[in-house]
């Protein structure tokens, strides 16, 4: 099992943000590295702020939904659509070489060594979001779910689907599929073309675990514990498949 842990930094590399702090608070899926753990798993964790480069945005602008809210792989809007930062064809370019596609390589390595050991790999795609929504998302001022379970057609088996959204239930949860958030992770190598490879996101909505200071609540461990069940529960049913 590969957990791909992509926003839970908040290393910006000195580069110029506007109202930094606050846009750290809102953007960041804080303490999803420490969250997220499993005794059995690989972790691939990507160490700069999604603000500088966002590693699950397409390469190409094009291709990006989110580039059009200034949110590509290298944002230069904020979370209420005003500018974040400038940012140039060169430096934009320095990003991706040194940032974004060595983490993606990382993630692909990490895939094909399950491959190769057991014939098949499973990514749990880890993350968080804001009580709150933004005006970008789908989801604009309606109440958030708890979870969001995300999940593509062709990599996501539906016995996963249904064995992570039982789970959340039966811990008392509010749970989603799709909703606000859908996809998962898979790296474009095999994207559509490797079925062997299974994948799913998990989203849990930060109030379960934090203040609107950034700060754990007496709920973090719990959170902690129930996410380390999860995914050996979500590893133990990707084996039988």
């Known amino acids: 099992m590969i957990l791909h842990i992509p926003h839970a930094s908040t290393e910006t590399l000195n580069y110029e943000i506007n109202n930094k ?3 750290i608070l809102k953007m ?3 303490f999803t590295d420490d969250l997220y753990v499993h005794k059995d ?6 160490g ?8 699950e945005r397409f390469e190409e602008d094009e291709q990006e939904a989110m580039s059009r809210f200034g949110m590509g792989v290298c944002y230069t809007k904020n979370s209420e659509g005003e500018k974040l930062r400038d940012v140039s064809a060169d430096e934009r370019k320095y990003i991706i070489e040194n940032y974004y596609h060595p983490h993606h390589q990382r993630l692909s390595e990490c895939v094909d060594e399950e491959l190769h050991v057991s014939g098949s790999a499973l990514i749990v795609d880890c993350h968080s979001f804001p009580t709150v929504s933004s005006i970008f998302n789908t989801d604009f001022q309606e109440k958030r779910a708890d979870i969001c379970i995300g999940t593509d057609i062709f990599h996501t088996p539906k016995i996963l689907i249904e064995t992570a959204k039982k789970f959340f239930l039966s811990k008392g949860y509010d749970v989603r599929v799709d909703y606000p958030y859908s996809g ?18 998990i989203e849990v909505n930060r109030k379960l675990y934090m203040d609107e200071d950034g700060f754990k609540t007496e709920h973090y461990d719990i959170l902690k514990d129930e996410l380390n069940e999860l995914l050996g529960i979500i590893k133990n049913t990707h084996e039988t498949l």
Do not use: G, Q
């Open 21 to 23: 702090d606050s846009e």
């Open 28 to 30: 960041t899926d804080h």
């Open 41 to 46: 798993a690989t972790r691939v964790v990507f």
């Open 48 to 55: 700069i702020s999604r603000l500088i480069c966002d590693v």
């Open 184 to 201: 998962t992770m898979v790296p474009l190598k095999h994207y559509k073309n490797k079925k062997s490879v299974s994948s799913i996101m």
